[in-house]
């Protein structure tokens, strides 16, 4: 029954669609920044085709030969730096690879609780945005103003439970079954 009851909560839980209903909202509000930025690569285009057309190839070429030979003395200096620094003692070695492990092993923790936290905000994003296309959220707003409003007849603020007390007193009270006692029959003595 364990296996059953495991697919009921998966199959009935809306945690994955709230997920995915706010990944199309925020889609969507990123998609509506799309035609600012084509506008501004409209404008600046021409100005980057022209810098580009003016550039000396000759120039380019040396910075690049230059930035690659500096490039090239800094890993040598450090696979040097490495390689000297190394330490041939084994057991050294080994609690250095024990210790990056147990390091990943955390970095990882610590990313898949990030992760749970991005998708359980993205979900929450998407319930609201859910409740926003039902209209739901007007109807919390509402009753999350009654609550709060002051009461017309005693100027106080309503409490949490006044709400349901309100509703307590409009619905017809049910009363309980009375239950009699069963009546004792008399028995008539016996004459003797």
């Not at 909560?9 to 969507?28: H, I, N, R, S």
């Not at 035609?35 to 550039?55: F, G």
């Not at 190839?57 to 910075?63: L, S, T």
Request: glycine share 4%.
């Amino acid at each position: 029954m364990a296996i059953t009851d495991d697919l009921r909560k998966t199959l009935t839980d809306p945690t994955p669609l709230y997920f995915a209903a706010g990944t199309a909202d925020l889609a969507v509000q990123q998609a509506k920044k799309v035609p600012a930025l084509i506008e501004q690569l409209r404008a600046e285009a021409p100005a980057r085709i022209d810098a580009v057309r003016n550039t000396d190839p000759k120039a380019v070429q040396d910075r690049v030969s230059t930035q690659a030979k500096e490039a090239q003395a800094t890993v040598q200096a450090k696979v040097t730096e490495v390689l000297g620094a190394l330490d041939t003692d084994l057991k050294k070695l080994g609690e250095q690879a024990q210790d990056l492990a147990l390091r990943s092993v955390g970095v990882a923790a610590e990313y898949v609780v990030k992760a749970r936290e991005t998708y359980e905000k993205v979900a929450e994003h998407g319930e609201q945005s859910v409740k926003t296309w039902r209209g739901e959220a007007a109807e919390e707003i509402n009753e999350i103003a009654i609550a709060v409003e002051p009461d017309p007849e005693t100027g106080k603020k309503a409490d949490a439970d006044e709400p349901k007390a309100a509703e307590a007193k409009a619905a017809p009270a049910k009363k309980a079954p009375v239950r009699k006692a069963p009546v004792k029959k008399a028995t008539p003595a016996a004459d003797k």
